[in-house]
């Protein structure tokens, strides 16, 4: 089991930023990504970023804009970072940080999910 936490978020007018945080707690040992996605009102949820072991992912939309990031600096903790700089309207959405993690005892791999955090970016 993996729990996660998410923080940030918020308003924010075009061409700002923000930073959004997820912690994951539990069996983070078996963490093979940690990701943020996006939802916006109408739209089917999307891949923001990923961070793997060695490697990150960008939906093109952001490249150059937004940055992922991890540590493990805490004890029993992973934290995923997403740094979001010169915001865009479009960019307005629930995010959603994903964790995927290796369920060694049923030979599969899980997907947790954070509670979403609203990015609300006006014109």
């Known amino acids: 089991q993996v729990q996660l936490v998410e923080s940030g978020g918020g308003l924010v007018q075009t061409g700002g930023s923000l930073r959004l945080s997820c912690v994951a707690s539990g069996i983070i040992f078996s963490i093979n990504s940690m990701g943020w996605y996006r939802q916006a009102p109408g739209k089917q949820r999307e891949l923001v970023a990923a961070?793997?072991?060695?490697?990150?992912?960008?939906?093109d939309s952001v490249k150059g804009r937004f940055s992922i990031s991890k540590d493990s600096k805490d004890a029993g903790k992973k934290t995923v970072t997403l740094q979001m700089d010169s915001l865009k309207p479009e960019d307005t959405a629930t995010y959603y940080c994903k964790v995927e993690v290796t369920n060694w005892l049923a030979r599969r791999i899980d997907d947790y999910w954070g509670q979403g955090t609203q990015v609300t970016v006006s014109s």
């Open positions: 961070i793997y072991t060695g490697s990150t992912t960008y939906a």
